[in-house]
């Protein structure tokens, strides 16, 4: 994949143990003051790929993710599959999400701003016409913690063998990935927190 699609961010380059942990879909607070609780616990910083309609009505936990030192990035207002919307649909889409965030916080002028396509799914057009505004961010490690059929020892399993220096994870701060996520992510910060490995944003 990271092949037929050059020009997205896959993991980054580092010289030191850094990982840079993500969470997807966004805030909500049945779910996202727990995630910032246990990112808390080992000083450990990610990046929020947050649905625009979920900032705007949960503002509140919206601005707790930037009190903890985390960043906000955008995930579409309407968690949109790319391959089925149209480019100008697509693009306001977008354009709204980036409305929402900069509610909570303001844009940094010439700051290249972050996205992430949601399912993975953005047509090359989409891509090209955000590429001047947007650092398209994909994911070395995608944990599946939303699969309801993965026992939550095996989204662990899986998560910390796919990881090293560098990698982007995806969990989900979602409903449907409740399950597997509160199981797997204490134990994943655990278990590299203690390799030496740190977490920042991206």
């Excluded at 246990?38 to 450990?44: E, N, V």
């Amino acid at each position: 994949m990271k092949k037929l699609l050059p020009g997205y961010t896959w993991h980054r380059d580092v010289a030191d143990k850094k990982l840079f942990l993500t969470f997807d879909d966004g805030p909500i607070p049945e779910v996202t003051p727990w995630v910032l609780e246990q990112l808390g616990k080992y000083k450990a910083k990610a990046t929020f790929f947050c649905v625009g309609d979920n900032v705007a009505k949960h503002p509140d936990v919206a601005q707790l993710v930037l009190a903890g030192g985390h960043k906000l990035a955008n995930h579409t207002f309407n968690h949109l599959k790319g391959w089925q919307t149209s480019l100008e649909l697509y693009l306001q889409n977008v354009q709204q999400c980036q409305d929402a965030l900069e509610t909570i916080v303001s844009a940094t002028s010439g700051e290249k701003l972050l996205f992430r396509p949601p399912y993975g799914r953005i047509t090359s057009a989409q891509a090209k016409a955000l590429r001047p505004t947007y650092e398209l961010i994909m994911w070395d490690v995608l944990t599946n913690d939303y699969d309801g059929t993965l026992a939550p020892e095996e989204c662990l399993k899986h998560s910390i063998d796919k990881t090293q220096s560098g990698s982007i994870i995806v969990f989900h701060d979602s409903l449907k990935a409740e399950r597997n996520m509160r199981y797997a992510l204490p134990r994943f910060l655990e278990h590299f927190t203690g390799l030496g490995y740190t977490f920042e944003t991206l």
